[in-house]
């Protein structure tokens, strides 16, 4: 059966690895199970996501699956398409034969550009003038994609704004309501369908999108408390499973 892996508050907080979750990838591989890695985090490239997870011993390639990829699902090849998001999303648009137009300096400030598709995700680029350039495109008639709609993401130091508060912005200001790529929505349920099948496991942190996407695609959901799920909180939308502290507890209980 197939394990699909949540990757920020699974694997890891920010830069910083869980301890014991390298760990309980081998032992799932061990047991032969095939894992992958799903995450709604748009902005990096492949590689070096599956770079980060070699640092902490995980061989990860050609196992991450992101919300970039699955956005680019959405959008036909030959589309010209205006990125308000990170470099994550303009090489899965490239990789799909997408034509990705960037803003010229000088029509930044509400110029229209012309463009088939805007695709919103995470940047600390997102200021002022690429919202009015996404948002006009958008009112010209491109159709509006986001990666995911997560409000927050958690590092170290707390919560930050996620890709899903740029979302709302570009959809505001733009008029349309986004098609959104990323857990728990139909492009990223068909993605992990096709590599693991139509049963398995999805370990994440969070139950409205993790929880949401193990239901969608008629997986068991396990929940970690190693995210932004607080030990002690009480989940019940879905209810989790399996529920453990973190992965390796999770996994030692399960495959011993
Ligand atoms: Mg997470």
């Given at each position: 059966?197939?394990?699909?892996?949540?990757?920020?508050?699974?694997?890891?907080?920010?830069?910083?690895?869980?301890?014991?979750?390298?760990?309980?990838?081998?032992?799932?591989?061990?047991?032969?199970?095939?894992?992958?890695?799903?995450?709604n985090?748009?902005?990096?490239?492949?590689?070096?996501?599956?770079?980060?997870?070699?640092?902490?011993?995980?061989?990860?390639?050609?196992?991450?699956?992101?919300?970039?990829?699955?956005?680019?699902?959405?959008?036909?090849?030959?589309?010209?398409?205006?990125?308000?998001?990170?470099?994550?999303?303009?090489?899965?648009?490239?990789?799909?034969?997408?034509?990705?137009?960037?803003?010229?300096?000088?029509?930044?400030?509400?110029?229209?550009?012309?463009?088939?598709?805007?695709?919103?995700?995470f940047?600390?680029?997102?200021?002022?003038?690429?919202?009015?350039?996404?948002?006009?495109?958008?009112?010209?008639?491109?159709?509006?994609?986001?990666?995911n709609e997560d409000a927050t993401y958690?590092?170290?130091?707390?919560e930050l704004p996620g890709g899903g508060a740029l979302l709302?912005?570009?959809?505001?200001?733009?008029?349309?309501?986004?098609?959104?790529?990323?857990?728990?929505?139909?492009?990223?349920?068909?993605?992990?369908?096709?590599?693991?099948?139509?049963?398995?496991?999805?370990?994440?942190?969070?139950?409205?999108?993790?929880?949401?996407?193990?239901?969608?695609?008629?997986?068991?959901?396990?929940?970690?408390?190693?995210?932004?799920?607080?030990?002690?909180?009480?989940?019940?939308?879905?209810?989790?499973?399996?529920?453990?502290?973190?992965?390796?507890?999770?996994?030692?209980?399960?495959?011993?």
């Open positions: 059966m197939g394990w699909a892996l949540d990757l920020d508050g699974v694997m890891w907080r920010g830069d910083r690895p869980i301890a014991g979750s390298a760990e309980a990838v081998a032992t799932l591989r061990a047991a032969g199970e095939t894992v992958v890695f799903v995450t985090n748009s902005s990096s490239p492949v590689v070096r996501v599956e770079q980060k997870l070699a640092d902490m011993g995980v061989d990860a390639v050609g196992a991450v699956l992101t919300s970039a990829q699955a956005a680019a699902r959405l959008v036909s090849p030959g589309a010209r398409a205006l990125v308000c998001g990170g470099e994550g999303i303009v090489e899965a648009l490239r990789g799909r034969g997408v034509e990705v137009v960037e803003p010229s300096p000088d029509r930044r400030g509400g110029g229209a550009v012309d463009v088939d598709v805007v695709v919103v995700g940047t600390r680029a997102f200021d002022f003038d690429l919202l009015a350039v996404a948002s006009s495109a958008v009112r010209a008639g491109a159709q509006l994609i986001g990666t958690p590092t170290p130091d707390g709302a912005a570009v959809a505001t200001a733009g008029g349309a309501t986004p098609l959104v790529a990323g857990k728990p929505h139909p492009p990223m349920v068909e993605m992990v369908g096709e590599m693991l099948g139509g049963a398995g496991t999805m370990v994440g942190d969070r139950p409205s999108t993790d929880g949401v996407f193990a239901r969608a695609l008629g997986f068991r959901f396990g929940l970690v408390r190693s995210g932004v799920t607080p030990q002690g909180a009480s989940v019940s939308d879905p209810v989790p499973d399996f529920d453990a502290l973190d992965l390796g507890s999770m996994v030692g209980s399960l495959v011993p």
